[in-house]
């Protein structure tokens, strides 16, 4: 079944709204998984996103 490019993008945007404003520590490492799966067919991207944001600002998305 193909899924149309607009809801891939919503679903990419709302996976990485879910990293961006976690609230939970230990929901964090799961949410950044499911983004991870999801962005699985544009590995260049998942290795942009871990390398620029996640991997050395990760302390600066879980509210405190």
């Keep these: ?36 799966v999801l962005c699985s067919p544009w590995p260049i991207f998942v290795i942009y996103v871990m390398a620029t944001w996640l991997s050395p600002h990760k302390e600066k998305f879980v509210k405190a």
């Design 1 to 36: 079944m193909l899924v149309h490019p607009r809801e891939t993008w919503e679903q990419v945007m709302q996976a990485w709204g879910s990293v961006v404003d976690c609230d939970i520590v230990e929901a964090f490492e799961d949410r950044v998984n499911a983004l991870q």
